[in-house]
């Protein structure tokens, strides 16, 4: 290894530069990624990391944890363990809360989306310098407090409220419609507050629709069905993927809303996860099901996302 | 470089600042929203020069877990009396010995011998009610002295109810009215409860805190609630009257505390026993519409206390049941109980 020829020193210098600008380049991208990095860390999984350690502990006695390993948590979401001989069963309870709650914020994401599709699609058609004041419009209501908002919701369908006294002096009922405190209140409280969520990106889909393409189908003696569901829908795909999902989300973690407007008698999960850090003082079970929340979120996600994205690949 | 030292300057100051914040001359208090009369404060600040910060949560279990958490800040909490011992358990109020000071001898002897305070070492009364039911009695004209009407109610009251959104009160209502134990782990009543309540639930509107507004808009006819918001109620809606059950209704007390890490000791000391004299705790009464617990009080209170059936008993009343927090093997299966009513 002594006799060096100049040729391979050269090399050995060459790759010894090459890796040092390497190495400079790697600790600039690094230094400039630090502060994302730093927060994503700080704000996400650090936050996460504590939640995911607090669902292994056993709950203290009046909250908190004690430092104790143990997988009770996520046993009592499907189990319930008899009072009897302590033998384990399956009980639904929990699941039940879980597919009621993401029942109400599917029927939310189906509601917004019949709603919100013809109100995009109307913005989207009006002459550009319009739109902006439409869509100033469609996003006033956020700039009041979600609560005062779910309270202005109360007093127009409460018994005594704007609807039912109009209706009863009219003549058309003589006894209110109780609406409040029922699911029925429950939709239009969510999709009041998210609808926004979903005409954004739908507009912002739709504006892009080339209206030429419209007037060929029509042309090539499309119905209005066909031109909806062959043109439209399929160019507007992006958009009503995006509004369902911030649409479903908030509705799915929803809390104030079904409190105020469903009169707390049943339980979401946003509520029941509030439960265990309060009166329940059962720490743990409160994290696990907060885990549990956000994988089936990300689960269902992955699969609508994908699932979408690819019929619209076929499509295109 | 420059900068170095204007951030340096810039947090010095931060910390004078916050120095000043919570330096003598304060008494920062954290206690139940719309539960302190703003005169009182305004009365305290002018006799002691200090400045009062008011701060409110509403549930013990939050409190509990700000002020666990250390370095809270505040100096005075008024925790429910079962919440008491769980703090003095955990080492979070300081012993003030509130029965040494000045004014210890306006307590009624009633509240001085209390199971979470015995002897009043730590706290002094704030004020106290019970937990029991309104109705209107134009829509149900029968005897309302009983809890059948919340569990097992009239036709006209069906669909009309608003129960208390509060795992311990519903359940422990449930259990007085079957006769049974409060803190039960007996699992055959407790299966019995179960049923009750599953069953009563169809007839129950809403179960929801906000009971004076459930009850003043006509939402419902019949609401569990506290006996000071009764009397609100009642002044929004005169036909609303007040229900003490011949199977029980719970009483309870909020007592004022000094935490050990308080950061105003002294001036918190002076509060406890400001609270003691009987014009003072006078003016809460008068605010929030419930007793203080301290004799003499009712000389100035306003008329409508001193003679309004949410505060006065009537004679063949049962006492009011002062619940001892249940253990923690109890409160686990209440949670059970409660989740399976509310799924």
């Known amino acids: ?316 | 470089m420059t900068q170095k030292r204007t951030m340096a300057a810039t947090l010095a100051a931060a910390v004078t600042l916050a120095g000043t914040a919570w330096g003598e001359g304060e008494l920062n208090i954290y206690n139940w929203g719309n539960y302190t009369n703003p005169e009182l404060i305004e009365k305290f600040e002018k006799e002691f020069d200090v400045k009062v910060n008011l701060d409110d949560y509403d549930s013990n279990e939050i409190m509990l877990a700000k002020v666990r958490e250390g370095s809270s800040g505040y100096d005075i909490v008024v925790p429910s009396g079962y919440t008491v011992p769980i703090m003095i358990e955990q080492d979070l109020l300081a012993e003030v010995k509130p029965n040494e000071m000045e004014n210890f001898g306006n307590v009624d002897p009633r509240w001085v011998d209390v199971y979470w305070d015995p002897g009043r070492n730590y706290t002094v009364p704030w004020l106290w009610g019970t937990t029991a039911f309104t109705v209107d009695t134009e829509v149900y004209d029968g005897d309302i002295n009983t809890l059948a009407l919340m569990f097992e109610p009239p036709q006209e009251l069906s669909g009309r109810i608003n129960m208390l959104n509060d795992m311990p009160e519903v359940i422990n209502a449930a259990l007085r009215y079957r006769g049974y134990e409060r803190c039960n782990s007996n699992t055959d009543e407790l299966r019995d409860v179960t049923e009750l309540l599953m069953n009563a639930k169809q007839h129950w509107r809403t179960m929801d805190y906000a009971t004076i507004e459930k009850l003043t808009s006509n939402d419902v006819d019949l609401s569990q609630t506290w006996n000071g918001a009764a009397m609100r109620a009642r002044e929004q809606r005169p036909t609303l009257q007040y229900a003490y059950p011949k199977e029980g209704f719970a009483g309870w007390m909020d007592n004022a505390a000094v935490l050990k890490d308080a950061p105003n000791m002294e001036n918190a000391k002076s509060f406890m026993n400001f609270m003691m004299a009987p014009e003072n705790a006078a003016l809460n009464s008068n605010f929030a519409r419930y007793a203080s617990g301290i004799s003499g009080s009712e000389e100035f209170m306003i008329e409508e206390l001193l003679d309004a059936p949410e505060i006065i008993i009537p004679e063949g009343a049962p006492e009011p049941d002062f619940v001892e927090p249940c253990a923690q093997e109890v409160t686990d299966l209440y949670n059970r109980i409660w989740t399976k009513l509310k799924q």
């Open chain 1, 1 to 316: 290894m002594t006799d060096v020829t100049p040729q391979t020193a050269t090399d050995a210098r060459l790759a010894e530069a090459r890796r040092q600008t390497m190495g400079a380049a790697r600790r600039r991208r690094w230094q400039l990624l630090s502060p994302a990095l730093l927060i994503i860390g700080l704000f996400g999984l650090f936050p996460l990391t504590i939640t995911l350690v607090y669902s292994f502990l056993s709950p203290g006695s009046y909250g908190g944890v004690r430092w104790e390993f143990s997988t009770d948590a996520y046993v009592q979401f499907l189990f319930d363990r008899d009072i009897f001989d302590d033998t384990l069963s399956f009980s639904a309870t929990y699941l039940n809360i879980f597919a009621r709650s993401i029942g109400l914020a599917l029927g939310a994401t189906i509601g917004s989306l019949i709603i919100g599709f013809p109100t995009a699609y109307f913005i989207a058609s009006k002459p550009a310098n319009q739109r902006n004041l439409w869509l100033f419009l469609i996003t006033l209501p956020f700039w009041v407090n979600l609560l005062i908002r779910t309270y202005a919701i109360l007093l127009i369908i409460r018994d005594e409220g704007i609807i039912n006294l109009s209706l009863i002096w009219t003549g058309l009922i003589d006894q209110p419609i109780g609406i409040l405190y029922t699911d029925t209140a429950i939709f239009i409280g969510l999709i009041y507050s998210y609808l926004p969520f979903m005409v954004l990106p739908l507009y912002a889909s739709l504006e892009k629709l080339d209206f030429r393409l419209v007037e060929a189908a029509y042309d090539l003696y499309a119905s209005r069905l066909q031109v909806l569901r062959h043109v439209i829908v399929p160019m507007a795909k992006p958009g009503i993927v995006a509004g369902c999902i911030l649409v479903f989300i908030p509705a799915l973690g929803a809390y104030i809303t079904p409190d105020l407007l469903g009169g707390g008698k049943q339980l979401m999960i946003g509520n029941l996860i509030a439960l265990q850090f309060g009166g329940s003082r059962n720490w743990p079970f409160g994290a696990a099901a907060a885990l549990i929340l956000m994988v089936v979120v990300m689960v269902s996600l992955t699969v609508y996302v994908r699932y979408s994205g690819k019929e619209g690949n076929g499509r295109g």
